[in-house]
């Protein structure tokens, strides 16, 4: 049984984990986007590929991980990763297309991405 990725629920799940509000990722898309048309594109179950590239490159997460990202599978691998005391910290990239370092480098990313969208925020603050 061949289960369908819902795109749009991707780019929204991706977009709460990073601590992004969709006001903030239209202002980042363009003049041409809203709230509400951010909102409208959460709920598409497939996305334009440039468009997904256009958000890919505004929360720094690769257009793979909207088309493929499986919550079921994304939840296993996440309870396994945090279970295995031994995989700990010490994690080291390879080329291989193992599906677990795939989310654990994904997942490293976007902590980091966050840290980036509040060191960003809070100059935006100081400054204003």
């Known amino acids: 049984m061949d ?10 799940r991706f977009r709460e984990m990073l601590g992004i ?3 903030t990722l239209a202002l980042e898309l363009g003049d041409d986007w809203n709230q509400k048309k951010i909102s ?7 996305i334009d590929v440039p468009l997904l590239q256009q958000i890919s490159t505004v929360l720094k997460i690769p ?5 493929n990202f499986d919550e079921e599978q994304a939840v296993n691998i996440i309870s396994n990763t945090f ?7 010490n994690y080291y990239p390879t080329f291989n297309f193992n599906p677990l370092e795939k989310m654990v480098e994904l997942y490293e ?19 204003k």
């Open 83 to 89: 279970n295995d005391q031994a995989n700990g910290y």
């Open 109 to 127: 990313r976007m902590l980091q991405q966050q840290k980036e969208m509040i060191e960003k925020l809070e100059k935006l603050i100081e400054e």
């Open 40 to 46: 409208i594109l959460e709920t598409k179950e497939t």
């Open 3 to 12: 289960k369908k990725i819902h795109e749009g629920r991707n780019v929204k």
């Open 21 to 23: 509000k969709q006001e």
């Open 63 to 67: 257009v793979e991980a909207f088309q």
